[in-house]
């Protein structure tokens, strides 16, 4: 079973910086795509930023120029680097894990991880 876990959530003031993470565990052949959706109390969870196995990226428009995502496939591990946050960044974010295979014979499923508090606040 793949697990995915978070880590780097916290409470920022508005302007500043926060790094997210995120480490996927167990029986792992490939991952195809990985990113970060987030939530904010009474929205829809959003994407914010996804990024393939082959390094193709795609940003929301709200947060193009500011977050940056990248990734390690040796360490099956997504980064989110977010800068000059906004208080309409305040969210759950949650990482996400698609077309995961754990074997080269396996179908392919989707993973979620537990989600992190991100607080944008003075």
């Known amino acids: 079973q793949v697990q995915l876990a978070e880590s780097g959530g916290g409470l920022v003031q508005p302007g500043g910086s926060l790094g997210l993470s995120c480490a996927a565990s167990?029986?792992?052949?490939?991952?195809?795509?990985m990113g970060w959706y987030r939530q904010a109390p009474g929205k829809q969870r959003e994407l914010v930023a996804s990024?393939?196995?082959?390094?193709?990226?795609n940003y929301a428009d709200s947060v193009k120029g500011r977050f940056t995502i990248s990734r390690d496939n040796d360490k099956n591990t997504v980064y989110l680097q977010m800068n000059n946050l906004r208080p309409e960044d305040t969210a759950v974010y949650y990482c996400?894990?698609?077309?995961?295979?754990?074997?080269?014979?396996?179908?392919?499923?989707?993973?979620w991880g537990q989600g992190t508090l991100v607080t944008v606040s003075s």
């Open positions: 990024i393939t196995s082959a390094g193709y990226i």
């Open positions: 996400n894990a698609d077309r995961v295979r754990d074997s080269i014979w396996s179908g392919s499923r989707e993973v």
């Open positions: 167990g029986r792992i052949f490939s991952i195809n795509d």
